[in-house]
Structure formats: structure tokens, C-alpha cells
């Protein structure tokens, strides 16, 4: 009988360990991770998702666009990426400057989330930075697969330093009404 305990809960834990394999999806991190990373050598861009906890457009986006395998597998490899609560309260230390929570309305906002919006305190909001973490570009609403994967691959393979972004999107849809 302790021999079938055990091997049932050996088959459990392989079941158990399959499935999350199976399901990977985005490498979530904190920016001071992002930061530790980056200082370590790591030559990836910085993808930022700005999100509050009441948004339910950032939930769904969770749920739908971050959670899809293709989504997951290229953020994971051409991106440090990063949650960032617009509402911590926690000071965020970058380049010397301290981005504590500023106490306004009735939520407040983190400076960081603010500085990283140009002041377009808008959820969701993704960011992309490069891999010195400056400014590529930020990117408001709610963005279903395809659109965020165009935009995702447009800025982590490169394209934007050459390519402007409506040639760029008008040369991927051709290429999808062709296949």
C-alpha cells in the first residue's frame, strides 16, 4: 500500500511540473530586478507594463495578450520585463533619482509610472525601453495579440531604428493577406 502512495504521488508531481512548463508565460520582474540585470550585462530591452490593481482592462491584457505563448516567448527573449503597479508605494531608486508615491485624488500616482507615461496617467500602458533604459516609446489601451506582437517585434527586432512605424505595419499586413 505505501508503495502505491508513492508512486501516485510521483506520477502527481510529474503531472504537476508538465503543466507548468507547459504553461510559461511572460518572466515578470521588478524594475529594480530590470535594473540588477542590465548592470550584470544583460543586453536585453526593457519592456514595462504600467498597470493599476482596479483596471480591468490591464487584467484582461493579463489574462489574453501576456498570456499567450507566442506573446510570452518573444517578450522573453528580447525583453527584461517588468510589472509596475502605477500605484506602489514603495520609493523606486533610478539614476541617482528616488520616485516615491505622490498622495493626489484619491489614489495617487508613483513618480516613476508618471515619468515613464510623460504624465499621461493612463492604464494600461505599456513601455518600451532600450537596453540603456531610455525612452523608445510608450504605448496606451488595451492591445489584443496580433497588434501588441506588430508592436513588440517592431521595436525588439530592431525595426524602429530604420524603418517608420506605418511602413513597417503596412509591410506585415501585406505579408498576412499573401500567406
Given at each position: 500500500?505505501?508503495?502505491?502512495?508513492?508512486?501516485?504521488?510521483?506520477?502527481?508531481?510529474?503531472?504537476?511540473?508538465?503543466?507548468?512548463?507547459?504553461?510559461?508565460?511572460?518572466?515578470?520582474?521588478?524594475?529594480?530586478?530590470?535594473?540588477?540585470?542590465?548592470?550584470?550585462?544583460?543586453?536585453?530591452?526593457?519592456?514595462?507594463?504600467?498597470?493599476?490593481?482596479?483596471?480591468?482592462?490591464?487584467?484582461?491584457?493579463?489574462?489574453?495578450?501576456?498570456?499567450?505563448?507566442?506573446?510570452?516567448?518573444?517578450?522573453?527573449?528580447?525583453?527584461?520585463?517588468?510589472?509596475?503597479?502605477?500605484?506602489?508605494?514603495?520609493?523606486?531608486?533610478?539614476?541617482?533619482?528616488d520616485?516615491?508615491?505622490?498622495?493626489?485624488?484619491?489614489?495617487?500616482?508613483?513618480?516613476?509610472?508618471?515619468?515613464?507615461?510623460?504624465?499621461?496617467?493612463?492604464?494600461?500602458?505599456?513601455?518600451?525601453?532600450?537596453?540603456?533604459?531610455?525612452?523608445?516609446?510608450?504605448?496606451?489601451?488595451?492591445?489584443?495579440?496580433?497588434?501588441?506582437?506588430?508592436?513588440?517585434?517592431?521595436?525588439?527586432?530592431?525595426?524602429?531604428?530604420?524603418?517608420?512605424?506605418d511602413?513597417?505595419?503596412?509591410?506585415?499586413?501585406?505579408?498576412?493577406?499573401?500567406?
Open positions: 500500500m505505501k508503495n502505491i502512495w508513492i508512486a501516485a504521488l510521483a506520477l502527481l508531481s510529474i503531472g504537476v511540473g508538465a503543466q507548468e512548463e507547459g504553461n510559461s508565460g511572460i518572466e515578470w520582474m521588478t524594475f529594480e530586478e530590470a535594473v540588477a540585470l542590465h548592470e550584470e550585462g544583460d543586453p536585453r530591452m526593457v519592456f514595462i507594463d504600467v498597470y493599476t490593481d482596479w483596471c480591468g482592462w490591464c487584467k484582461r491584457m493579463d489574462a489574453t495578450t501576456f498570456s499567450n505563448p507566442e506573446v510570452a516567448a518573444f517578450m522573453n527573449e528580447h525583453f527584461l520585463n517588468v510589472k509596475l503597479d502605477a500605484e506602489q508605494r514603495e520609493t523606486i531608486t533610478f539614476r541617482g533619482h520616485f516615491n508615491f505622490v498622495n493626489s485624488g484619491r489614489r495617487g500616482y508613483h513618480e516613476l509610472a508618471a515619468n515613464l507615461l510623460q504624465g499621461r496617467l493612463s492604464y494600461p500602458t505599456v513601455v518600451f525601453l532600450d537596453s540603456d533604459f531610455n525612452m523608445i516609446q510608450p504605448v496606451p489601451g488595451y492591445q489584443q495579440v496580433p497588434q501588441f506582437l506588430m508592436i513588440a517585434e517592431y521595436i525588439g527586432d530592431g525595426h524602429y531604428t530604420n524603418t517608420p512605424w511602413e513597417f505595419k503596412n509591410s506585415q499586413q501585406s505579408e498576412e493577406s499573401e500567406g
